[in-house]
């Protein structure tokens, strides 16, 4: 379904809604994002060429060196959905279980996870029209299914705060509740193991991770927020837990996803650093710990996180080196911490 659209004057031109159904709030900056869009489309039309080119007579996605290059550039709305269900291994998950979401969706249900679902709805992109209860269809009877059937698939997680958004995401890029499902499943169950579920265990870990990644790259940042008694898992917590939706604007949360799918969770340090560094002067202005907490999320706003072609070209350099050995070692230390911790 097409958003609706406001009528726009001759000085308002962007619509005050975007390609995926959000409306814009009251105070977007129109001129900026014009000046933006205006030269991102350019960057858009050639990328859709190469990727055309790529995908001619149904080729198949593999994981590649040309095929990480391409989506490190970013892959264009209308094969985005394909890209991300053959880099992710969804969708051989999928020609593999023929059946298998219908038949989740017909089973019994928990009453309690049911309930649990239903609760949130609402609380799910309230500013996008498409999930609205006027709008024909609601997609929140789609992430419903979405979400019941991946609870029923993986008891051991059910549904958990947070998945909403990431499911939410999903069926307005694939506009199918299935792709979705099998997504959600390659996100929840592989690329980000214990991120969900009663102990999110992998997803503290990784809080850790990053906090002893800004002490070994950005010093200065982590003795500021020890000093103030700030802790990680308040600072970036919503960062990792919905995978920068609705910390970022929509669009660069794409550009992330992209290459979430294709390279796996260490995009996710590599972002949350390049925030942290690119705001380090900021960051280390801040007198107590709200005015950390602000800053953080200051951080998310503003042109240089809307520019997303640019942000994900700084995400790749800014860091600098961080090999997935690191990032394993760290996870491994972290991991035993906190289970020591109870």
């Known amino acids: 379904m097409e958003p609706s659209r406001c009528p726009q004057d001759v000085r308002d031109p962007v619509p005050r809604v975007d390609a995926y159904g959000f409306e814009r709030p009251e105070d977007f900056d129109y ?15 050639r990328r859709a060429a190469k990727w055309s080119r790529l995908l001619r007579g149904g080729r198949v996605v593999r994981r590649s060196g040309t095929v990480k290059r391409y989506v490190r550039k970013g892959v264009p709305l209308q094969h985005r959905a394909h890209v991300w269900m053959a880099v992710s291994g969804a969708q051989a998950q999928m020609d593999q279980n023929p059946g ?11 009453p309690e996870l049911e309930e649990a679902i239903r609760t949130d709805l609402n609380r799910t992109f309230p500013d996008n029209v498409r999930f609205r209860t006027t709008a024909e269809p609601c997609l929140q009877q789609s992430l419903y299914h979405v979400l019941r059937a991946y609870g029923a698939h993986n008891p051991g997680v059910g549904y958990c705060q947070g998945m909403n958004f990431i499911a939410g995401y999903l069926i307005l890029i694939t506009e199918n ?15 980000l193991p214990d991120y969900y579920g009663p102990q999110m265990l992998g997803l503290r870990t990784d809080q850790q991770v990053l906090a002893e990644l800004v002490r070994r790259k950005l010093p200065a940042v982590a003795a500021l927020l020890d000093g103030h008694g700030v802790l990680w898992t308040l600072a970036a917590s919503r ?17 992330v996803w992209d290459c979430l799918f294709n390279e796996g969770s260490k995009v996710l340090f590599r972002v949350a650093l390049t925030l942290i560094k690119q705001n380090q002067t900021l960051i280390l202005q801040a007198a107590s710990a709200p005015d950390v907490c602000d800053r953080f999320q200051q951080m998310t706003r503003g042109p240089f996180v809307t520019e997303c072609h640019t942000f994900m070209q700084k ?5 600098g080196s961080l090999p997935m050995a690191t990032i394993t070692k760290l996870r491994e230390t972290c991991r035993a911490t906190l289970l020591a911790q109870g």
Not at 240 to 252: K, S
Not at 315 to 319: D, H, T
């Open 31 to 45: 001129a900026a994002y014009e000046q933006f869009s205006a030269s991102y489309l350019v960057v858009l039309a």
């Open 177 to 191: 509740e299935e792709e979705s499902f099998w997504l959600l499943d390659a996100l929840v169950g592989r690329i």
């Open 239 to 255: 960062w990792f837990i919905c995978l920068f939706v609705d910390v970022l604007p929509v669009e660069t949360v794409l550009r």
């Open 315 to 319: 995400v790749f350099s800014e860091p």
């Open 100 to 110: 298998y979401y219908q038949s989740l969706l017909q089973g019994d249900g928990s």
